[in-house]
């Protein structure tokens, strides 16, 4: 048996081969590309680079791919500082401080803190997926339909209990977006939900247009109509100028410390962790804060903990697809489905039959962050450029390009509609006070909510009870009251109220 | 004047040539579009991604596989339907689209029976049913034993409701006078981590999909619908062995078709380049690593195999009321 030591030396001396070593270059290249431009995904790049990489060596194409994977994920932090345009659910989270730090001048620190978190989340989950693969999936294993439904539960009560207003407002907008998550094709019975007969609605409205929506589309019409301002940008600045401060660093480092073991924790469960990371770290990090009034106006700890979650949980998300050959994400699922077309058939083996695939890749994600953040940190300075751009011109722009991410996304007109009309929602509930991340999360569990209830209920034979006789789901669920119940005590509801009030 | 007519009768003469004269011998001229109802990454996605290059070489031109994903595969099926029978526009076929959809679905968009002109089957894979290992069964015929002590006990899992693998699972529990639950995923993937954890005790797909697991110790294999055993697995019994041949009309196969009216010579002409594709070393032995067999039918004979098994299906389908609406 050889020592994971051995197999890392290995695992490099496959990925610092030139050829993988340009590989894993083009990979964040490009991923960092398709990131930065709004809607068009990883998912989509690797899609349409499925039948290219075919002809590459195996360990090559999947470090290309895992590279555009991770590179997409810095490449949308970006876009969310900068133009406050989410490009997929999870840097929603990022657009909340990040880009209030950017309004306020201070968009290169942002994106600093940005990379520098994923980079310290990179490396310490790649350090957890080299040492602890196959341990780590084992116990995934024991997350199942029970499991999943608590954890659900308790994302949407922590939602509605940490909001920022009143519970009332939060839990109204978590409950609309349960709804709106139900939109389309039942997977159980086949049946059709809330889509009028329209057949474009039967695979539901896409996450994108809800986020973009939402969060980007509808803050720019807001912007012009409070002829609100960016703090204008100095273009005199040195790159030093742009380095966060000692004190940003300070409350920075444990919050992306926290939200890398949130993240890296989250990421091993197939399915909702990736999503949830962010989230859940953000929760925390006001949770903690001794001035939770700042955050949503430009927290350090705000940015630097989600960023860290979701960059760890993308990287531990690798585990159950290297351990157990089971995919936890649509992205992880296709580079499977280049595995098995390159030969290799992913299972509980695979460490063992393919070690220089399995090896190589995971060092590669080691060389891949370095990559990153030595891609992205010079490029700041453009970036932060961007903000020179007079609104008038650069508005317009950021709508094209959404229209155009989610256009390629699925080639159907209705996903601009679908667009359009939740940037409206947005501005109404933006007028009206009312909070959209309650809203993005109910979109998000609840229908991974109501399929794993629904299994769980038939696999017990509807005991509604043998959700409190397996052990984790019990303890998830006895925190979830306890959240409520303490939601009703008075002195916890003034504590929140404090909070909340104060911003 | 004149001149617009002119135009006009060569655009008619154009157009005829083009419906009825699509000569056999000239085809194809133009690239061909292999369209596939499912997303990138999926078996039937990677069969496509093989089959295409392969099929390139043999036609001598362009193959451009598209995946039109939607409704279990119906939006795929549907659009090769209404295109051009010219043989320009192929379907790359799982057989849940043609023979399992048409009967659970309440409406569809295209009879994919007749809509469409059977070429050839261009992979097979035998079913395997598999089971945890930690379930105390040691065999198909203990198994079942098992099922029927613990009527409503037992749970199955399927890639969804409907799938052509929950219907197989249904056949088979009808068939063997089993009474278990049917529990849904969103596909195998989210399907195997919860028969490796026990959750699910039963799960039919391929041997490529199973065999890590067979290996690890995690799954055990309970029976395999084949004429005969399994090589790699000789100590696994048939479904005749254990008393259930009626699934033997069923397997996980894939298919090429083109649309209803495409001349008789280009469906010829497919099914021939399908058949050169396959006898290539490089292809047969990427379906041996894939867990695939080669089974060699004339169109008439995948046309004939295909009737039969979807009045199998329409049968069990009714029996065991899965409706999608």
């Known amino acids: 048996m050889t020592s994971i030591f051995d197999s890392l030396i290995m695992g490099f001396t496959v990925a610092i081969t030139p050829v993988n070593l340009l590989y894993a270059l083009i990979g964040c290249v490009l991923g960092t590309m398709i990131g930065v431009l709004p809607g068009i995904g990883s998912l989509a790049t690797i899609s349409m680079l499925l039948s290219f990489s075919s002809q590459l060596d195996a360990v090559t194409s999947l470090i290309m791919m895992a590279g555009i994977f991770y590179g997409a994920q810095y490449g949308s932090s970006t876009t969310a500082i900068l133009c406050n345009i989410p490009g997929d659910a999870a840097s929603v989270v990022t657009c909340l401080d990040g880009h209030q730090m950017a309004r306020k001048g201070r968009a290169g620190q942002a994106l600093a803190i940005a990379a520098l978190s994923s980079l310290l989340a990179g490396i310490i989950a790649t350090i957890i997926i080299g040492l602890f693969t196959p341990p780590i999936a084992r116990f995934a294993l024991n997350f199942n339909a029970p499991e999943y439904f608590s954890l659900m539960v308790l994302g949407l009560v922590a939602c509605v209990v940490f909001s920022n207003g009143s519970v009332l407002n939060a839990f109204i907008m978590a409950a609309f977006g349960v709804l709106l998550g139900c939109i389309g094709t039942d997977v159980e019975t086949g049946a059709q939900r809330y889509t009028f007969g329209v057949l474009q609605l039967s695979e539901g409205i896409t996450i994108v247009a809800v986020a973009m929506g939402l969060f980007g589309l509808s803050e720019i019409v807001v912007n012009l109509a409070n002829g609100n301002k960016m703090s204008v940008l100095d273009l005199k600045y040195k790159m030093r100028d742009l380095w966060p401060s000692k004190a940003e660093f300070r409350a920075g480092t444990p919050a992306a410390l926290r939200g890398t073991f949130i993240g890296a924790l989250l990421g091993i469960l197939p399915g909702a962790g990736q999503v949830l990371s962010p989230f859940a770290s953000y929760m925390i990090e006001r949770r903690l804060s001794k001035k939770p009034g700042q955050f949503g106006e430009g927290a350090v700890e705000g940015l630097a903990g989600p960023e860290a979650a979701n960059n760890a949980a993308a990287q531990t998300s690798f585990i159950p697809l290297l351990a157990l050959g089971i995919p936890a994400n649509p992205v992880i699922a296709l580079m499977l489905g280049a595995m098995v077309i390159q030969g290799i058939q992913p299972g509980p083996n695979v460490m063992v039959t393919r070690p220089e695939v399995v090896w190589g890749l995971i060092a590669s994600m080691f060389i891949g962050n370095l990559m990153l953040v030595i891609i992205n940190l010079p490029m700041i300075g453009v970036w932060v450029r961007l903000l020179a751009v007079p609104q008038r011109i650069l508005f317009p722009a950021i709508v094209v390009f959404c229209c155009i991410g989610i256009y390629t996304l699925s080639g159907s007109v209705y996903d601009l509609v679908a667009l359009a009309a939740f940037a409206a929602i947005g501005v109404l509930f933006y007028r009206a006070g009312f909070q959209a991340i309650p809203l993005l999360l109910g979109f998000i569990l609840g229908p991974m909510l109501e399929e794993n209830l629904r299994r769980a209920m038939v696999i017990s034979q509807g005991d509604l009870f043998s959700l409190f006789q397996r052990p984790i789901s019990a303890t998830v669920l006895s925190i979830s009251i306890l959240l409520l119940l303490m939601t009703a005590l008075p002195s916890f509801r003034k504590q929140r109220e404090n909070f909340a009030g104060s911003d | ?107 569809m968009p295209a009879d994919p029976m007749n809509d469409l002109a059977h070429v050839a089957m261009v992979a097979d894979a035998h079913l395997f049913f598999a089971t945890n290992a930690q379930v105390p069964a040691a065999n198909a015929e203990k198994f079942i034993e098992m099922v029927r002590a613990r009527p409503g006990e037992i749970n199955f899992g399927t890639p969804g409701a409907g799938n052509l693998l929950h219907i197989a699972s249904e056949l088979f529990q009808q068939k063997a006078g089993l009474q278990m639950n049917a529990v849904h995923y969103r596909g195998t993937g989210a399907a195997l981590p919860e028969l490796i954890a026990n959750q699910i005790q039963m799960h039919v797909d391929g041997i490529a999909t199973f065999m890590p697991y067979f290996e690890s110790g995690d799954l055990k294999p309970l029976f395999v619908v084949a004429p005969e055993r399994y090589d790699v697995l000789p100590d696994v019994p048939t479904a005749t062995e254990i008393g259930v041949p009626e699934i033997n009309v069923m397997s996980n196969w894939y298919g090429l078709h083109a649309p209803a009216g495409t001349p008789t010579e280009i469906v010829e002409k497919l099914n021939q380049a399908i058949k050169n594709a396959l006898a290539t070393p490089e292809l047969s032995q990427r379906w041996d690593e894939l867990g695939l067999i080669v089974v060699d039918y004339s169109p008439e004979e995948f046309t004939e195999r295909l009737v039969n098994e979807s009045n199998v299906l329409e049968e069990v389908i009714a029996t065991a009321g899965v409706r999608i609406e």
């Open chain 2, 1 to 107: 004047m004149m001149k617009k007519r002119i135009l006009g009768l060569a655009t008619a003469l154009l157009a005829v040539t083009s419906v009825t004269g699509v000569l056999a011998q000239d085809y194809p001229s133009k690239p061909i579009n292999l369209i596939l109802g499912f997303a990138p990454g999926g078996t039937t996605d990677i069969i496509a991604r093989l089959i295409g290059p392969a099929l390139e070489s043999e036609l001598g031109q362009r193959v451009i596989v598209e995946n039109r994903t939607g409704a279990a595969g119906n939006v795929g099926m549907a659009s090769v339907a209404a295109a051009e029978p010219d043989g320009h526009t192929l379907l790359l076929s799982a057989a849940t689209q043609i023979v399992a959809n048409p009967f659970t679905y309440a409406s």
